[in-house]
């Protein structure tokens, strides 16, 4: 058998980076943003252009060309608000996507990235979420000023923020947990602050587990499909 020229894998890993990541791929989230960014970006400038060829052609706005411009603030508006509803989210870099990586192939969990779910009050954004079996472990958001890589809460507790941390977690687990809603598969939900805890939930889980089942993957699938429905 002859051996695979260099050359060619390189190609290949170039070919994975040049896909467009699909819902629940790292990198969807940056995706997603750049695409609401440029479509209203388009759609203003496509707004004005109509207006101004209307003033200038006509001297006046009662023109078909207004028309087609009222018309083009919907998807602006559109395109706006979903822009501003995931500008703050906070994806893995690429070294903390390898480590979540490396956690779901050793223990054979069932990983998602950039998950987003949508309550009554806001926008909540998941950069990590891991589905092992009936357990679904939620790697939250990093507050401000911190990191999903370390987090010390008892040092938080000498300045008194251990209970912001708490409700912070309480709040993304109860989002997280819509996940059963109207679901006849019920998942144990689990939000960690950092990849170091969610690895060691993770462990947990599998370590105590039995040997996975076809069962057992299919309800994964079922799972995943229902956590990227609930978000953009």
Do not use: W
Not at 198 to 227: G, P
């Amino acid at each position: 058998m002859s051996k695979k020229d260099p050359g060619e894998k390189n190609i290949v890993k170039n070919n994975d980076k040049r896909k467009k990541p699909n819902k629940g791929e790292y990198g969807y989230a940056a995706r997603y943003k750049n695409r609401k960014i440029i479509l209203t970006l388009i759609c203003f400038c496509c707004i004005v252009i109509d207006v101004m060829i209307g003033l200038i052609m006509f001297q006046t706005r009662a023109t078909l060309f207004t028309i087609v411009a009222c018309v083009m603030s919907l998807p602006f508006a559109k395109n706006l608000i979903g822009y501003i509803m995931v500008v703050k989210f906070k994806p893995l870099t690429e070294e903390q996507h390898e480590k979540a990586v490396s956690m779901g192939r050793n223990e054979d969990a069932l990983m998602c990235y950039d998950i987003s779910i949508s309550d009554t009050e806001k926008m909540y954004f998941f950069p990590c979420v891991a589905i092992y079996g009936n357990n679904v472990i939620g790697l939250a958001q990093a507050m401000k000023g911190e990191s999903v890589d370390s987090f010390d809460i008892n040092k938080k507790a000498a300045t008194g923020r251990d209970i912001h941390h708490i409700e912070y977690l309480k709040k993304n687990e109860k989002t997280l947990a819509m996940i059963n809603d109207n679901s006849r598969i019920k998942a144990r939900i689990v939000v960690c602050l950092t990849l170091q805890d969610m690895e060691k939930e993770l462990y947990k889980v599998s370590s105590n587990a039995e040997h996975k089942t076809d069962s057992k993957r299919h309800n994964e699938s079922v799972l995943k499909e229902r956590l990227l429905e609930m978000g953009v």
